[in-house]
């Protein structure tokens, strides 16, 4: 079992920068892959950002390459994503998603825990 909790959310105006992090507990953290997703009133989740058990293969989403960055802190079982150059599309609540694949959560299949969510509001 692998419970997340996410924060780091909040409001920001439209170029500026969020970081969010995703606290895990459970033995097996490590040996998960860590991914990002968001998710906008009427629209279905969609995935943000996604990397590896070992860190070496990491995926993002076209509309957030270059400007997000995905991380973990494997011994403070942390997760973070690095949002920079925020704009008004951006807003949505974010959530913290682990798998043992972590080409599932790029293709936004399989099982997965999740966490709560966090809200991110770009304002323009």
């Known amino acids: 079992q692998v419970q997340l909790v996410e924060s780091g959310g909040g409001l920001v105006q439209a170029g500026g920068s969020l970081r969010l992090s995703c606290a895990a507990s459970?033995?097996?953290?490590?040996?998960?892959?860590m991914g990002w997703f968001r998710q906008t009133p009427g629209k279905e989740r969609e995935f943000v950002a996604a990397i590896s058990w070992s860190g070496y293969r990491i995926y993002y989403a076209d509309s957030v390459k270059g400007r997000f960055t995905i991380s973990r802190d494997k011994s403070q079982n942390t997760g973070y994503l690095q949002m920079n150059s925020l704009k008004p599309e951006d807003t949505a609540v974010y959530y913290c998603?682990?798998?043992?694949?972590?080409?599932?959560?790029?293709?936004?299949?399989?099982?997965?825990?999740w966490g709560q969510g966090t809200q991110v509001t770009v304002s323009s």
């Open positions: 459970g033995r097996t953290f490590g040996s998960y892959a």
């Open positions: 998603a682990a798998s043992t694949s972590v080409v599932d959560l790029r293709e936004n299949s399989g099982s997965r825990y």
